[in-house]
């Protein structure tokens, strides 16, 4: 059962990465920052006049091709949920995220360096409570493949199950808590993943430019292709829970349900916690 009465926690002091990003192909800096109570995680452009400030939340979201955008006033970021998830997970409630690009660095696809950040950032409780979003009947979002469903539970829980290709082989299935314990261990070291086929396509588009065998894991004709081999044997199935927490993070809020996930991706993600703020905006809040 999860403890209503807990206080906000942001980060005790900062820290940097850089790295490659995905998609653009470029070298970007990230820095974690603390931020103050009840404003929620922001990134911050400071490569452009005015450091323009984007707020995570469902709201900002305009493309969830192959990654989450979230953009204001015309500014935007992407490829944002790896950095959310783990700070979601790790319990951070507010932040300030800045950023020298678009795009934060892939690192190696996964949330693992964003945790390490964050644990060496430390964290500090705040003198507000934790704003909750307890789930009272089933919510759903159901697109093509992709189908989500969120219900009451007594703590946050993601089901997830996934299949690529057409052995039994191929097919996926966990169930894991969301808090930080299981997110370190089970969850934060899950790499992205694509499949073979969909790279030419992706390039087309003038995606994936800093994609490469150091941070992503490549699926061809049933069989996987990675550096050092799998991190799970299950990797694919724990990095789309990874990716449904950092979308489901742009609620704003600690959700507490189980979500039941088959084959998600980023655009039935963002429906879901896009479709829990409309069913927040008009329920009595839940903070105790
Ligand atoms: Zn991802």
Do not use: W
């Not at 452009?48 to 015309?74: F, K, Y």
């Not at 790896?82 to 507010?94: P, R, S, W």
């Amino acid at each position: 059962m999860t403890k209503l009465n807990q206080k906000q926690q942001t980060l005790k002091g900062t820290a940097r990465y850089s790295g490659i990003t995905l998609h653009t192909g470029v070298r970007a800096h990230i820095k974690l920052n603390p931020a103050p109570a009840n404003s929620g995680v922001t990134l911050v452009r400071v490569d452009l006049p005015e450091r323009p400030e984007i707020r995570a939340v469902a709201t900002n979201v305009v493309d969830v091709q192959r990654a989450t955008t979230i953009a204001e006033n015309g500014i935007g970021v992407h490829t944002v949920e790896h950095v959310l998830a783990a700070l979601y997970a790790c319990g951070i409630d507010n932040a300030l995220i800045e950023m020298d690009g678009p795009e934060p660095p892939i690192a190696d696809g996964s949330s693992a360096p964003y945790v390490a950040m964050i644990q060496e950032a430390g964290f500090e409780i705040q003198d507000a409570s934790r704003k909750f979003y307890r789930v009272t009947e089933p919510h759903y979002v159901n697109m093509g493949d992709s189908k989500l469903v969120i219900l009451p539970a007594d703590e946050y829980r993601i089901s997830c199950a996934v299949k690529y290709g057409e052995s039994m082989m191929d097919s996926q299935y966990l169930s894991v808590p969301v808090n930080k314990d299981s997110f370190i261990n089970d969850v934060s070291k899950a790499r992205t993943f694509c499949l073979y086929t969909e790279i030419a396509q992706l390039m087309v588009k003038g995606l994936i430019r800093g994609g490469s065998l150091e941070n992503a894991v490549v699926l061809k004709d049933g069989v996987v292709v990675c550096k050092d081999g799998l991190r799970y044997p299950d990797e694919f199935v724990r990095h789309k829970i990874l990716d449904v927490i950092g979308d489901l993070s742009l609620v704003g809020c600690r959700l507490i349900g189980e979500i039941i996930a088959i084959k998600p991706g980023h655009p039935s993600n963002v429906a879901l916690a896009q479709k829990l703020v409309g069913v927040m905006s008009t329920s009595v809040p839940s903070e105790e």
